[in-house]
């Protein structure tokens, strides 16, 4: 059974750096891409970036300068780092499996 | 980038009814198109790919058609548990963009 579930910090200060955590199970990282994608309150989804299944990455270009994607395969986990946060980073971030599976999704709140 | 544009943003329906949501994107995007449903706190579900496939597990009361740059999800007969969140994804190029999102309720 497939399994996504996204972790990290519920709130983060302005200026800051996000670090999200992206567990899978039911499926290898080394045979498929993983995409984060975000939906800010009330607002649409957008596609932020992905890692590949040989390890390369690809980033929205509107992000492409404060993103950074990466895994660890041993421990089955995808990995985000995005700098230079501000109150419109705020929302709910996704990671999805070839856009067929999906996590829940974490709510990240960019406030002092 | 392709422009997604989804109608209606809200809908309300009674149980059995006909439903159906819209998304046209601004070029050609030959069936790259997937549908998902999205409850609350939950994770978003595929239901539709490449337009008109039926993902494994999906009622059949959901259905896909279109391509090129029109196209509908379909339920033929409302369901309550069908009350969520619907929003289309164009898969064709990137960037992957999607449509803003249908809001159904039950009336």
């Known amino acids: 059974q497939v399994q996504l579930k996204e972790s990290g910090p519920g709130l983060v200060q302005p200026s800051q750096t996000l670090s999200l955590t992206c567990t899978v199970s039911?499926?290898?990282?080394?045979?498929?891409?993983v995409s984060w994608v975000r939906q800010p309150p009330g607002k649409g989804l957008e596609w932020m970036g992905a890692?590949?299944?040989?390890?390369?990455?690809d980033y929205n270009s509107a992000l492409k300068s404060r993103l950074s994607i990466s895994r660890d395969t041993s421990k089955s986990q995808v990995f985000l780092k995005m700098n230079s946060l501000q109150t419109e980073d705020t929302a709910i971030y996704f990671c999805t499996a070839r856009f067929d599976y999906w996590g829940q999704g974490v709510m990240v709140t960019v406030s002092s | 980038d392709i422009q997604m544009t989804q109608s209606p943003s809200f809908l309300s329906a009674s149980v059995g009814d006909r439903v159906t949501i819209n998304c046209k994107a601004s070029?050609?995007?030959?069936?790259?198109l997937n549908w998902y449903q999205q409850k609350l706190g939950e994770a978003p579900k595929l239901l539709i790919y490449n337009a008109n496939s039926l993902q494994t597990g999906i009622p059949s009361r959901f259905s896909g058609s279109g391509s090129g740059t029109d196209f509908t999800l379909t339920i033929s007969s409302l369901q309550p548990e069908d009350v969520a969140t619907y929003f289309c994804l164009q898969h064709n190029s990137w960037p992957r963009t999607f449509g803003a999102g249908t809001k159904l309720e039950l009336k």
């Open positions: 070029q050609n995007i030959n069936r790259y």
């Open positions: 890692i590949w299944s040989g390890g390369s990455t």
């Open positions: 039911g499926f290898s990282l080394t045979s498929n891409s």
